[in-house]
């Protein structure tokens, strides 16, 4: 007997040599149904998750308030309008560095080492758990924005340009979580995938344009933010959520989704296979 992918559960198949399994999108399917069940069957798991990005906004935009004033912030009329985009990619970046930690755990608790003895493309294995991070992350992202509206008084340039701004912090994220999947393959204790994703993380968030404009930087940080990948991707975000002209942020962000996504996929792959 075998074990095959069938109408969304694991079933023993009869043993057939030509019998290879299900097909990848299949199996895509099923193991990004099976992460998005566990992530969403704990209501606490849910709340916390959902209320984290919210107290982050309202930190932020709290302390940071008396920035609204500075040039190149006051064109946004208030500090809100200028954080809350920005906060939506600080937000995928972070569910990014959490799928790096849901494949380790995954592989410590032997579910990934159970999936190597059926005939499923390792491949599926890691796209999925990037879907269900993606799925996750939208409605981080709208439950989010809705704070920022109804809460903080965020003032969006228009829904559509507020949806094309989410939709470009989930082509981020997505991105992104390859990156920190990547990272897990290569790590093999929990403690040293957390600090190598805070020395990534870290550096890119506050030497981006995120949170204080680039004119108000020291010449040395305010040089690494035009190199930073993540100041474009957070202009980008920000031009469409307010109604500005985007110009060539949003190629250079969508660029940098791609980028990220087709190395750390390829890195990971192959790490994943040689493990």
């Keep these: 007997m075998v074990i095959a992918v069938d109408r969304g559960s694991l079933r023993l198949a009869p043993d057939d040599d030509s019998w290879g399994g299900a097909g990848f999108l299949t199996q895509l399917r099923v193991l990004s149904g099976r ?3 566990t992530a969403f069957s704990d209501y606490r798991l849910v709340f916390f998750g959902l209320l984290q990005p919210v107290v982050i906004l309202l930190l932020f935009s709290q302390v940071f308030a008396g920035i609204g004033d500075m040039p190149g912030v006051v064109a946004y009329d208030g500090y809100i309008n200028y954080l809350m985009p920005a906060t939506l990619v600080m937000i995928a970046m972070t569910t990014a560095m959490g799928s790096g930690a849901a494949l380790l755990s995954e592989i410590y608790t032997g579910w990934v080492g159970r999936l190597r003895t059926m005939p499923i493309n390792l491949v599926a294995v890691l796209a999925a758990r990037t879907v269900s991070d993606a799925v996750r992350l939208i409605v981080q992202l709208v439950v989010a924005s809705a704070a920022g509206v109804y809460v903080l008084g965020f003032e969006p340039g228009g829904l559509a ?13 997505w991105g992104l979580s390859w990156l920190f999947i990547a990272i897990a393959t290569w790590q093999s204790k929990p403690e040293l995938m957390q600090a190598a994703s805070f020395v ?3 550096p890119l968030m506050f030497s981006s344009s995120a949170y204080v404009p680039l004119e108000a930087m020291p010449t040395w940080i305010r040089v690494l933010s035009t190199v930073n990948p993540l ?3 957070i202009d980008a975000t920000r031009a469409l959520a307010v109604g500005m002209p985007v110009g060539g942020a949003l190629v250079a962000a969508l660029a940098l989704a791609g980028v990220t996504a087709v190395l750390g996929g390829t890195l990971a792959t192959r790490a994943f296979r040689a493990g």
């Design 161 to 173: 340009g507020l949806a094309g701004a989410i939709a470009v912090a989930v082509a981020i994220g």
């Design 200 to 202: 990534v993380m870290f």
């Design 35 to 37: 992460s998005l069940r």
């Design 231 to 233: 100041t474009y991707a």
